[in-house]
């Protein structure tokens, strides 16, 4: 129950904060999407300014090429009235009255003149440079200019030196930036224009002066935001306008210091296609960010076709502001949409705490409708004294394996029937009629008070031979109720031990009574079967945490050279390391480690760490393998692998358990000859134990017999186990394999190994098993 609780608030929790995720997306949805029109509104603005920005140069451009071709015009009419001085006077007080003219009719144009190479349209070596000024204070006036115009300061900031490489170069205007012109004592920017005879050669040069304090005024105003502000700078990078929106002089000049710090002129994309038209406003639009006292801007300029970049700068809290409306209504509508759905997942809380609460309190069994285990259970809680006999049919897997489920549940049921009519007919001992319980599967149980031992064997006694004399007919097919039984007592509280520890004790009287072909049988506290469970139990989980915490270790025992009366092996024997216990033998967890399937995995523990200690050393050393392990696929892998990455084959010696019951033979010469390719060898530990001994030497391809200790353990007193041994020591000698001793414990054994002939002795008598290999003295070798 406490996990379903517990798993609904989980749920409860993750709806939560899923309901609060998507709101969050939504709301980040919406906002990216209010920011976008946002921005697309600050464009609109910005476009509208850019526009009427490249109007007003272009239209500048057009009127400078309109005054290059009346230069040019000009310049025919003169070439083909060159021989009258008083028709080519005629002519040029004609251009300066047209000069007059179009400088007068145009806003922001100071200046405007015709710069003629010198014998264009005058005598030979005269320069010929109408040029009209518009000062501002009064009307248009004519000043002379003798000057050559290529020293002139517009020349130098417009062609420059390369004029004859700008004539041909398709460029049609040429833009200044800001400068101060003398004459007019005014900031101005000049747009000039090659002009050219017919025959493409340079003749003169068209100007007109554009007013700097124009430029302000061509800047319009930003209205999106209170702080937004507007801005032009020349291609040199000079502020010409001023930001008209601040009211701070300090914070205005620090803005127009950034601006000119991020050096936006010069850097942009030309604004002219290959055929000369100006680029899509929106294709030229570039932004940055910029941060100026802390604050962030959103800066979006373009270069104009004179070079400037016209800018408008937002600050982004002021673009972020409009969204706060909106943030504040999800807000709201997520605080009342979360708090209607606590409220309802609390009721909903509630409601199923309610019918789990319920449901824990349905004791009853659904098919048989009988009291369940957790009745039983709850029952026995409350009991002090009280006597359970635990019925379980037999062969009921069979029954439900034959003749389906349906069949069983008419069995179970017919169980019940008879059990219930068995207590009403029969006398029993209990007083009260028992209660009957329907526990799992096949098992029932009747509980009642604790009365005398003899009593209760004479109810079961007669309940059983009842029921075995019951038939059960399913479908034309006769079924009995043959039943066996386990009783238990408990004749004091079940106290810290617990309700199910009577139902355990009769679990194991019935499993006992089954096991010696018995009807019934009581539990036996004098048997001590509990204790086992215990040390099973206890065992079992020392060994999973001694795998968990690494405290398998291989001990070495050494293995005598009789021939050479030296130490010249050594078998790697698993140990449990405790530091409360000291070292633990095999024999005490290897039974437990077989049932939990944990075997493989310590023969993969020892195989490891007995590869890496006789890595560094020159002795042979022997490793332990079960069938088991010989056909689990991983740990021949990780031999294998071990073999591959060593040059220690040679060296070393796999024990097969002859004991063992090797199923497949197969399996066992693919490892042997998987193994020896490498120069391993082959042993039969614990021969003369097993059966058909000498058809498995026939069979597998060994090197080395080791004649079990049951047999080496009594040679110097029991004649028997002489005669066996060396029959056995014959006949290995006749296959050309070598025998090793085990269990020489005592001189007088060594005698009689040495006498049959034995090539190898183990045991107690040169060395037990150790951390450290021993060496022929007793002295410790380094085991790394």
Known sequence: MHTIMGLLLLLIVLFAIGMFLLSHLNLGYSQQAMYELRRDQIRDVFFTGLARIDAHQIALERQVATLATIGETFYRLSREQRGSPKAQRQFQDQLEKTLRSRLESEVGVSGAGLWYQPGIVAPTGERYAPYLVKDGVGGARMQSQSTDFRQTRWFELTLGMDDARNSSSGVSVYWSPVYFDMATERAVLTLSQPMVSTGGKLIGVATIDWASDQVVDLVSRMEVTQNSFAFLNDRNNRNLSSLNQSEDPVLEQKLIDAILAANLSGNEPDVRSASGESQASESRL??????????????????????????????????????????????????????????????????????????????????????????????????????????????????????????????????????????????????????????????????????????????????????????????????????????????????????????????????????????????????????????????????????????????????????????????????????????????????????????????????????????????????????????????????????QASNVGERVIFEILESDGIGNYVDVLNFIEKVKSFGCRIAIDDFGTGYSNFSHLLKLNVDFIKIDGSLIRYLAQDHTAFLVTKGIVQFARSMGIKTVAEFVHSEAVQERVLELGIDFSQGEYFGMPAPELLSQKGQRVLAK
């Not at 940055?288 to 801007?297: A, M």
């Not at 709201?332 to 909903?348: A, H, K």
């Not at 009988?370 to 809680?381: A, E, F, G, S, Y």
Request: proline share 3%.
């Open 286 to 643: 570039q932004t940055r960010k910029l941060e100026v006292d802390g604050r962030l801007y959103e800066l979006y300029y373009a270069t104009t076709p004179a070079g400037m970049v016209y800018g408008a700068g937002v600050p982004k809290d002021e673009i972020d502001r409009v969204l706060e409306p909106m943030r504040n209504t999800n807000y709201r509508i997520l605080l009342v949409t979360g708090s209607i759905f606590l409220i309802l997942s609390l009721y909903l809380f509630y409601r199923i705490t309610q019918l789990m609460r319920e449901l824990q309190a349905s004791y009853t069994d659904d098919l048989t409708g009988l009291p369940n285990r957790v009745r039983l259970l709850r029952d026995l809680k409350d009991r002090q004294h009280a006597c359970l006999i635990l019925l379980n049919l037999d062969r009921f897997k069979e029954i439900n394996s034959l003749f389906g489920n349906d069949c069983g549940d008419a069995v179970l049921l017919a169980m019940r029937k008879q059990v219930r009519s068995f207590i009403r007919t029969h006398s029993h001992p209990f007083g009260l009629a028992p209660g009957l319980y329907r526990l799992s599967g096949d098992e029932f149980a009747l509980l009642g008070p604790a009365v005398a031992e003899s009593r209760v064997r004479a109810f079961t006694s007669e309940l059983i031979e009842f029921l075995c004399a019951q038939v059960v007919t399913w479908q034309q097919q006769a079924l009995t109720l043959d039943s066996s039984a386990g009783i238990a007592f408990q004749k004091e509280s079940a106290g810290d031990a617990g309700p199910d520890r009577l139902l355990n004790q009769a679990t194991i009287a019935v499993l006992q009574a089954r096991n010696q072909m018995r009807r019934y049988l009581f539990y036996d506290q004098s048997q001590e079967v509990e204790k086992g469970y215990e040390k099973n139990l206890y065992w079992a989980r020392r060994l999973k945490k001694a795998i968990e915490t690494d405290a398998l270790r291989p001990h070495f025992q050494p293995i005598h050279d009789n021939r050479q009366g030296t130490h010249t092996k050594y078998e790697c024997l698993v140990r449990m390391e405790d530091a409360e216990h000291g070292v633990i033998a095999a024999g005490q967890f290897i039974g437990v480690a077989n049932k939990l399937r944990l075997n493989r995995q310590i023969t993969r523990i020892m195989v490891e760490k007995s590869f890496a200690v006789f890595a560094t050393q020159p002795h042979e050393f022997s490793i332990n393998l079960s069938y088991m392990d010989i056909i689990d696929a991983e740990t021949l892998a990780l031999i294998l692998e071990h073999l």
